[in-house]
């Protein structure tokens, strides 16, 4: 039986030493651990060897007061192909229902076979696709657009958005043809979770919100990167809207830019108009 535990700081150089390459470009854990392990919203949980030394990890985090996020799973190398990943996820599913989670979710991307195969097993079911645009900004560029002309600005100007209309925002974005893909949810960072009025009222998490020609945008600036979390775009729009973020961040001199979108083709044929590569990613979701 697996024998499991939460992550202390004296943890930190073991977990450090077998997530350090975990990907060709390396690993954000070995960066974020400790913050992790002194988040009072979250916790990490480690599988242990006999020893008593870390060989697996995976941290939750509550998002809100009924919704929890699982991420960060990694497992030593030497001691994959066990079942240790399913089963930590079990284990951490068990800490959000017991700190109130009415349902805990999860991200997987497509080309993770592994892990899908994984988490099939746990009773997690794939709620939502998402693709997630992204593109380097070189600084005062005006940017390319997907078939290698320069791009021009967009008929649209984006404006800052009215935090008083909150409850509007989400009753559009519920309503929306991209909201209802999404299930609701809107991104912060790389965790999402259902859109309420807070995340329009709110300021302290950085969080922009932008009217382009009477659409909604939610956007942060986050270490040079412009990432937009919520992007309520039809089809007929979603092209120019778009194009008008990208503009923004080349105006604020962000050298990367990001979006998270829904899963039409539409929206895809937008990213790559505006130079962004993409790739596709499951949300899956455990009631409680």
Known sequence: MLSTRVARRSDIDAIVGFTTGTFEWGDYVPVAIGSWIDDPNGVVMVAVADDDKPIALGRAVMLSPTEAWLHGARVDPEHRG??????????LTDWTKANGALVTRLMIEDSNEASRRHIAKTGFRRTATVHRGYRD????ESGVTGNGRPRRRSPLVARPGRRSEADIVVASWLASESGRSLRGLVARGWTFHRLNADDIRDTSDGTMVWDVGGATVLSREVDGSFDIDLLDASESDADDILSAMVDVAIDHGASHFSVWGADYDWILAA????????????IYALSS
């Open 82 to 91: 066990q079942g240790i990943a399913g089963e930590m996820a079990v284990v």
């Open 137 to 140: 900004l070189a600084a005062g």
């Open 271 to 282: 990213f790559t108009r505006n130079g962004c590569e993409s790739f596709p990613s499951g």
